[in-house]
């Protein structure tokens, strides 16, 4: 059974930037039917997809977050990560990582999240 | 991006009921709906996917319908354990958009 695990600061100052890692137990980051998602959900709100990120790096962020979010990934480890820049208290929720099934694009396996805020 | 819209927002049910929570897209999806249970302070679990299809381990009193905007999730005989936020997420055109929830609590 796979299972996934955050890891990261639970606070973070304004205009700083969040740092999470996923580890991945139970199976490869390398299949190659995977793409590793993060999806935040702040406090009292729905659910937000932030993007994946595929093994060999390919990467796809959502257009809401423009250009703060970088994905990252390594296979020796068995993890990946998420870097959000210049946050703010909107930023502050819980982030969760996710397998994501390639080309069918729904997630089967999640982490319990980890709650991050953002406040000086 | 695709709006989804969930409804009710929350229900009040007793166990043994027959459960039904609706998922409405803001534009055609085709079948690329997917449905998931989620419980506080844990991970949330995928229910079904591609509108109808039940994630393998699932049990079979969950049910999904629908296709094009009008989507439905039953739960033909609400246990105990099914006491849980429920979201829908549309997989048809990213980004991949979730509903609000329908929280289903004890009556």
């Known amino acids: ?120 | 991006d695709i709006q989804m819209t969930q409804s009710p927002s929350s229900l009040s049910a007793s166990v043994g009921d027959r459960v039904t929570i609706t998922c409405r897209a803001s534009q055609s999806i085709t079948w690329n709906l997917n449905w998931y249970q989620h419980k506080p302070g844990k991970a949330p679990r995928l229910l079904i996917y591609a509108a109808a299809r039940l994630q393998s381990g699932v049990p079979s009193r969950f049910s999904g319908s629908g296709s094009g905007t009008d989507f439905t999730l039953t739960i033909s005989s609400l246990q105990p354990e099914d006491f849980a936020t429920y979201y829908c997420q549309q997989s048809y055109t990213s980004p991949w958009t979730f509903g609000q929830g329908t929280t289903v609590e004890i009556k």
């Open chain 1, 1 to 120: 059974q796979m299972q996934l695990q955050e890891s990261g600061p639970g606070l973070v100052k304004p205009s700083q930037t969040l740092s999470l890692t996923c580890t991945v137990s139970g199976g490869s980051i390398s299949s190659d039917d995977s793409y590793w998602s993060w999806i935040r959900q702040p406090p009292g709100k729905g659910l937000e997809w932030l993007g994946y990120i595929y093994y060999i790096g390919t990467t796809y962020s959502n257009p809401s977050l423009k250009s703060r979010v970088t994905f990252s990934v390594d296979t020796s480890q068995n993890q990946f990560s998420l870097t959000l820049s210049s946050v703010t208290a909107a930023d502050t929720a819980i982030y969760y990582c996710v397998r994501e099934v390639r080309r069918s694009y729904y997630f089967d396996y999640w982490g319990r999240g980890t709650l991050v805020t953002v406040s000086s």
